[in-house]
């Protein structure tokens, strides 16, 4: 079984402050995906990463793809409150079941 | 274009019930997945479906869950004779049928799963 660890597991920043969170294995993943879940909902899709040194950039969001496809990060510019909630990474395998990290609660205070 | 569609989004049962829960994929999307979510973890995939068909299954427990994804209707998950360690929020996916890396699953709402 692949296992995804993310750091940090809590993270709480003023407004207009940067950050990144990480998602760490030892294991090869075909892609990864990002995803944010609001509390009550179900997790909401940000990026889809699939080759190694891949960067991606969703508006203040920088997605990053390791060489080796075993790790990611998320890079949040002049955070917001608006962007506060649970920040998920995601492997996936060859069986196309993904395995996720345990998330990182992000608050960003005004 | 309607998203995953989970029903019921609460259920209440008391222990030794069973619980009936619903997943429509995005039109379109012929592989659905279940995961569970316990509270303050991360999400655990549970099975694989393509219709008619279980791929894998391997994060399913071995008694009294089940899963179906019929040629008609949506995706079923039940768990017999509900213990109050089956409280969590559970989560349906799908994604298109396609190969290759990338193949990105959408989330449903899911269900949250009380048992007294």
């Known amino acids: 079984t692949q296992l995804l660890e993310q750091s940090p597991q809590f993270l709480s920043i003023q407004e207009g402050e940067n950050l990144t969170v990480y998602c760490n294995s030892s294991?090869?993943?075909?892609?990864l995906q990002w995803y944010r879940q609001e509390p009550g909902e179900g997790p909401v899709l940000l990026v889809t990463?699939?080759?190694?040194?891949e960067v991606k950039k969703l508006k203040r969001l920088t997605f990053q793809f390791g060489d080796a496809r075993k790790d990611s990060s998320l890079h949040i510019t002049a955070a917001q409150p608006g962007d506060t909630g649970l920040y998920l990474c995601?492997?996936?395998?060859?069986?196309?079941?993904?395995?996720f990290g345990g998330g990182t609660r992000l608050m960003v205070k005004p | 274009n309607a998203g995953v569609m989970q029903n019921p989004r609460h259920l209440v049962r008391r222990r030794g019930q069973e619980a009936r829960l619903r997943c429509s994929p995005m039109?379109?999307?012929?592989?659905v997945y279940w995961y569970r979510q316990l509270p303050e973890e991360g999400l655990k995939f549970m099975v694989y479906?393509?219709?008619?068909?279980?791929?894998?299954e391997s994060g399913m427990p071995k008694e009294r869950f089940s899963a179906e994804f019929p040629k008609e209707g949506p995706s079923i998950l039940r768990i017999q004779q509900v213990v109050r360690g089956d409280s969590a929020a559970y989560f349906c996916?799908?994604?298109?049928?396609?190969?290759?890396?990338?193949?990105?699953?959408?989330f449903g709402p899911g269900t949250r799963l009380t048992v007294l």
């Open positions: 996916a799908s994604s298109p049928v396609t190969s290759g890396a990338g193949d990105t699953q959408y």
């Open positions: 294991s090869v993943f075909s892609s």
């Open positions: 990463v699939v080759t190694g040194g």
């Open positions: 995601a492997g996936a395998e060859a069986g196309n079941m993904l395995t």
């Open positions: 039109k379109g999307h012929s592989h």
């Open positions: 479906l393509q219709k008619e068909n279980i791929i894998d």
